[in-house]
Structure formats: structure tokens, C-alpha cells
């Protein structure tokens, strides 16, 4: 089964991604954190399941909220083409499978396309990582032998883990010498509930003893309240008596007080309201007084109000001063840049300040200079076109010149021009029977002529003087063959008409040459002739030479150029600018500093003292804000002052108030003052305590009823009844504690359940020790079974897959060990190519992880007909070396005929390292699904 294509709906960090795998190998890359992870959990997720959201495993939903999950198109030999599509609409998420002839199905079918595997299944045999490579370091013989082997046989990591747990739930049962383990904790349990009903069938002996106790318990019990009825009966009489006798005395006491005290009646709370009266009058006359020194001193403090109205004026015009200060240093700054740049632009125009006023800038001297560089522009213009014509007639005579060398370079040799002599001579011979002498030395003597003329021309233009000399003696001899007398030939000579041929092209070659050699000539001397004219032109500078007279009237350099004198015009206008403006700054400053100077002798004035301009307005505010402070301050002690007067005026009425009360009570009390009243109080207290007291008294006799003086009565007797009730009443609580216990033990005997319930716990306690003791027989036995099984497994299936194991670690070693085996003990050796033998844990890590990767390759290949899955590494192979690495390279290349590898990494060299894979980036992975 070949992933063909992923489609990313939504998963972790990718959505709409669509990742097309070949049928071999494939190396997915990218950084940390760019997301290999997570397609490797979403390959993983579609074919086994979501976790459940109270799992611990991650659920890779997409973080922007899209929509959850994807699809992986597989090749499949006994299905063909499926897309398995899983979303996450459910905790597992919906799965649907998509097969070629249009049939759908779902978690049943799925399972039949895994072969019935699980995750777990899949991950033991056809997905690990370099974690699992790491984790074998740190293992010990034994552990690393099982890791191994479970590495090499389908299944055998989940049997080992199965025989774990048994031996796990076994000793949770039962342990030898334990005492946790749940059969030990109920055989502890079973002899101590044995003893207990030892114990309660002892206890049932004793019953008789105990009935008979609480019958003569019961009849002392009886005798005793008998007694204690009789005596209580007598000292109750007594006690009634001991309660009257004081009270009889006490009310003839109160009574004869009573009628020697002469007040009739007082005001109700006369004494209390007399104490708060008082009271009151003295915080009242104490307040008048106090509030009385505090206006006196208020008063004394009291100053007339501060004029602030001048001081408010300077401060309401603050805004207007701070504008004026601030146009003043705007001003100075603007004369200071004014005075900057005009200095800037003398040196710039090379002019005195008094040059550069004074001079004229009119428009109608701008429109004169305008005017004047026109017309210099104009002539420069007309003298630089003489200059490029001159230069243009100069090029073609040079172009003439060069021509006419270079063809003088294919000149016609004397041979070439002899035969054309011959030629011409016999041609004239043959068709006219002229004489032929005096055609060839005209012939002869034009061609002397003409080279004469060409070494002439070319000594001229050289120029070489040896070849003018040349030149002059050839035109020579030219001159005198034209005019030597020839004879006539008589007869013509015999004909050769290969020669006549040779003679015929000689003319004609010459006569070309002689014919573009004359029209050379004449274009060089025609060029030569414009070169001359052209040069003989004298330009007209009249517009120049005027430009100069003005520009020495504006006192502007003498050699200034036109567009210079243009810019130091409008410069210079822009300097009378400002100047004009300069002046009138000044101006506006004096002006503006005399009114500041006015203001500021004005705000002194108001001051009465001196100060700087600066500080003029923040003076000015400071002193409005203490002068409204201190008439604030007075304004407010005159409103104390009033509320003080108020205050003391509402005092002295409460006080005439309180004393005409007073008086009133003196009346109703029949005093004549204070000591009289207070007197009266004190009478009139203890005539009414009297009365109270009396109350409760005659109610006491009341409740008591009449009592006489019993026979016999005296202080001792009550001691000595109480003393024998005492000891009757601790007699009974000791009869009554024993008898408690007695009736409790008697019915305790009588409806004890306890030992049945014991009983009953005992046989229930049994069974479960039966059934504990059933399971650790079916376990033990489960584990026995495993056992035979896993040595049947190293038996039969282990041998086939250790051949290919060995195949593949000889390989991955380079031949360095030949041998990978199993012994009886159940640890792993490897054979060393000269026969020595290593125990597993001796080798390096590097060659622990080729021997756990060769086994589990060796499964998965042994299994790729009936469970043909893809193989997923994570860097399993990121800590081998370069030779290793290319070793481990080797070996997945001839196992991807068979196998679809699809491998992660983080690392650069393992794509350098592998070029049949192929390659994808994750930064570069395609968009666009849309579900």
C-alpha cells in the first residue's frame, strides 16, 4: 500500500495543503517547528483515529478554526485506488473510504485495508524515530535484547508487554513473603477474624451471674430512696424556716426607717436631671467664654482688603505681552537670518554691500540682459555650429583619405599594367590596324603619370618627402614617354590567345582601378577644398562684446558666462530684497521694543520695585496670587469672626434658657437653692430604695407561705442531713453504674449480632481468598502459555527474519559483521568478519542502531505481501557519520522497489545525501485545497 497524495484540509498548523509522494522513497524537510510532525501525526491520525480530548495524545486541530482533517489517496494491491478521508466531526473523527468503482465505506472496510492492525501494531513494526534510537544507550543487556527481538518478530513487543502485565496483576494478587498483595492482606484478615469469634463464644458463659446482680442492685436501690424520701421531708421544713426568719427581721428594720423620713414627693429623676442641668450650664458658660476670646482675637487680626485691580489689568494683558516678547525674538531672529544670508550672498555675488544696494534691478534691465544673452547665445550657438561643420568636413576628408590609402593598397602590379599595354596595343593591332606604337606609349605614359601622382598625394598626406621625390621623378619620365617619337609596327606578331586572355583581364583590372582611382582623387581634393573654405569663416562676436559693456555697468566679473550673469541678477535682485525687507524689520522692532519698555515701566510702577523683562509677567502673577491670597485669607477670617459672634449669641440664650429651668425644679422641690434641692434628692432616694426593697421581701414571705419554728431546730441538723443524703445519693450512683453495665452486658448477650455478622464476614472473606486464588491460577497459567509461545515464535518465525537481519547489518557495516544471533539465554551476539564475538551491549551506539534498524527492516520486508505498509522515519538515521549514512542510504534504495519509505529530517544532508528520493521542501508546499 503506496500514499500517493496527502490533501491538508485542516491539521495543526497546515490547512488547504495538498502533498503529492512518489512510490519510493521520500524525504520531507524542514526546519524545527516548520510542521514535519505534523504531517507525519496527520498520515498517522487518518489511518488510526483521533485521540479523544481527555487523552493525553495531541489532537492537531487547525488553529485558525478551519475545518478538521484531510485525505490520503493510497495504491493498494488488493483494492487499488482508495481515498480514506477522516474529519473531525466525532471524538475519533468520521471516517469515509473511497474506492475506484464508486463504493464507500467506513471504519470496517478501513480495518480490512490495515490488515486488522492498530496503531500500535503499525508504530512496533512500520514507524519509528531517532528517540527509540536514542533510548537504546541507556538500556541495559537484558532490556536491549528484548527490544531487539521484539524488533525482529510481529507481535512480539505486544506478547512481551502482555507477559508484563500478568506478571504485574500476579504479584498483585500473591507474594511469598508479602504482605501487600491482596491474598496475603486476606489470609491476615482470616486469622484475626478467627479469633475474635473465639472470643464471643466465651463471653455467652457468663449471662446467669449477671441477672442475679441486678435483682439485689434493684432492692437496695429501693431502701435507699425509702430514706432519703423521709429525711428530704424534714429538711425542707427546716429550710423553709432558715428562708422566713431573715426576712421577718429585715422588714421590721425597713419599716421603722421609713416612717422617720419626712419628704411627701420630688420630681420624677430630679436628682439625674439636676446632675445634666448642671452640667450643661457649665459647658455653656465655658463655650461663651471661649468663643468670646476667639473673636477678640480674630478682630485684633483683621487688616484692610489689597487694591488688586492694576496688578489684574498686567495680568489680563498677559497673552498680549507674550505675543509682543515673542514677536520680538521672532524679529531678532529673522535680522539675525537676514543678516546670515545677505552675507552669504555678497560672497556669493563678489559685490560690496553698498555696489550690491545700489545697483539697478529693474525689469527693465532684467528684460536688456534678457536680451543681451540672446544675442550672445545666439552667436556662441552660430560659432560652435561653424566649429561642428568644420570639424564634419574635416571627418570626411579624413574618411576620403583613408579610402583612397586603402585602395591604393591593391594597386595594379607594373606586370599587370605592361600586359595591359600589350593587350591594348594588340586589340588596336587587330580591329583597327592603327598603328600600335603610338597607342601604347600613350597608354604607357598615362600610367606613369597617374602613379606619379598617387606617390605625390600619398607623400603629401603622409607626409614623406622620399616618397614626394619618388613621385616628382615618375611624373618626369611620364611627361617624356608622352612625348617620345614610336615606331610603327610593320606586321603583327604571331598570336597567343592564352596570353591575350591574361592581357585582357590585366586591362580591364586597370582600367578599373585608374577609373575608381580617379573619382577618389577627385573627392579628397573636393573635401579638401570645404576644409579650407569652411576654415577661412570668422565668427562675428559683436552681441558677445556688447553683453560684456553691460555686465562691466552692473560690476559683474569681466570673463562671467551668460547663464552665471543671468543667476547673479536674480541673485542680486533678491539681495535688494532683503535688504527692503531688513529695513523694515528694524523698523517694527523698535517700534515693538519701545512699547515693551512702556509696559515694563509700567508693571515696575505697580511693583514698586525693579526687575528684568523676562520676569516681567511671571512678577506680575506671583504678586495678583499672594495679594488674592492675603485678601482671601482676611475675607475668611471675617467669615470666622461672624460665625464665632453667631455662635456665641445662640450660647447665651441656651444659658438664660437653662437657668430659668433650674428654677422651676427649686420650685417643684420646694429648695430654695442648690444644697436644699440635692438634700431633698437624697430623702426622697432612700424612701423609694425602702419601698423597693420591701417589695421583693413581702413577695419572698409570700411565696414561702406561713411557717412556724420546727422542734428541735438547730444550725447542726441541716449539716448532718445533707452529709447522709450524700453519702445515700453516692451509694445509688454506684448501684446504678453497675446495674447499667450488668443490663448492658445481659443484652448484649441477648440481641448480639456481632458473631453472626462475623460469621457471615469469615465465609465471605474465604470465597473471595477462593476467587483471588482462582485468578492467580488462570494468570500463571496465561503466563506459562506465553511463554511457550514466544519460544515457538523464536522458533519458527524469528529464524527467517534474523537471515534477512544479518543480510541487511553486513551491508549497513560494510562487511564488518557478518553474523547477527540469538543464543539460548535470549541475548543477541553479533559475528565480527574475523570470527570474534560481541555481546549486543558491547557495541558503539551507532552500530546498536544499524542492528535495530536492520531488524526492523527485515520484518517489515518479510511482511510486505501480506501487510504492504508505507515505512515512516523521523531522522532515524541523523547520528550516523557520512559512510553509514551512505551505507543506510544503500540499503533503503534497494528495499524502495518493494517499500514506500517516507522519511522527516531536519537536516540538509540527507537530501545531498539521497538524490533517487524525492524531495520536498515544507516551505514550499503547495495551497489550494478547498473542502
Known sequence: MNITKLVIYGFGKHENVTIDLTAGATVIYGPNEAGKTTIQQFIMQTLFGYPAKNQSGRRYEPKAGGKFGGQLHVEDPAYGHVVIERTGETSKGRVTLYFADGRRGGEQELQQLLRNYDKASFEAIFSFSVLELQHLENMAEEELSRTLLASGTTGMDAVTALEAKLEKEMARLFKKSGRIPEINQLLEELQQMEKDLKEHRAAAEEYAPAIDRIQVIEA????????????????????????AKPLYERIAVLEEEQNQLSVEAFPADGRRQMDRLHDRLDETKAKMELLGKQADELRETIEPFEDTTALVRLANREAEWQRMLLNERSQKEELDRLEDVQADMLGLLGMERAEASSADVSLAQEEELAKQVEQAKAEEEAERYAARRIEEEKRQLADAEQELRLFLQDEPTEADRLAAEEWQETDGQRSTEQPAGNGRANLLSTSVLVVASITVLYGLLQPNWVMILIGVLLLAAGIGLMFRPVERVKEAAPVDREKLFRKKDAFERVTRFDEQLDRLMEQTE?????????????????????????????????????????ELFR??????????????????????KEELVRWHAEAQAVLQKEMVVEQLMPEV?????AMERRNSERQRTIGQLEELEAAYAEQRALYGQLLERRGIWFKEAHAEDRDGFYAFAEQWERKQAIAQELGPLQRQLAAIGRVEEPEGWSEA??????????????????????????????????????YEGKLQQFEAKKAELAELARQWSVYRSLSVAIERMMEELKETKLPHVLEHAERFFEQLTEGNYTGLELTESGMFETLRQDGMRFRIIELSQATKEQAYIALRLALADSLKDSHPFPILMDDAFVHFDRRRREQMINLLTGLQKQHQFIYFTCHDNIKSSWPEAQTLDIATIGRGVHP
Do not use: M
Request: some cysteine; proline content about 2%; glycine content about 2%.
Open 220 to 243: 437496695r436501690l429501693q431502701d435507699i430512696a425509702k430514706q432519703e424520701e423521709e429525711l428530704s421531708d424534714k429538711l425542707r421544713q427546716a429550710a423553709k424556716w432558715q428562708q
Open 526 to 566: 573636393a573635401a579638401r577644398r570645404r576644409v579650407t573654405r569652411a576654415s577661412e569663416i570668422r565668427p562675428d562676436r559683436k552681441a558677445r562684446a556688447a553683453c560684456a559693456t553691460f555686465f562691466a555697468g552692473l560690476d559683474f566679473p569681466e570673463n562671467i558666462g551668460l547663464t552665471t550673469a543671468q
Open 571 to 592: 541673485k542680486l535682485r533678491e539681495y535688494q530684497s532683503l535688504v527692503s525687507k531688513e529695513t523694515r524689520l528694524l523698523k517694527e522692532r523698535a517700534e515693538l
Open 621 to 625: 502673577k506671583a504678586s495678583l496670587a
Open 717 to 754: 441538723f441541716a449539716d448532718v442531713s445533707e452529709q447522709q443524703l450524700q453519702e445515700w445519693h453516692a451509694e445509688r450512683q454506684r448501684l446504678l453504674e453497675e446495674r447499667a453495665k450488668q443490663r448492658q452486658f445481659v443484652e448484649y448477650l441477648l440481641t448480639d449480632e456481632v
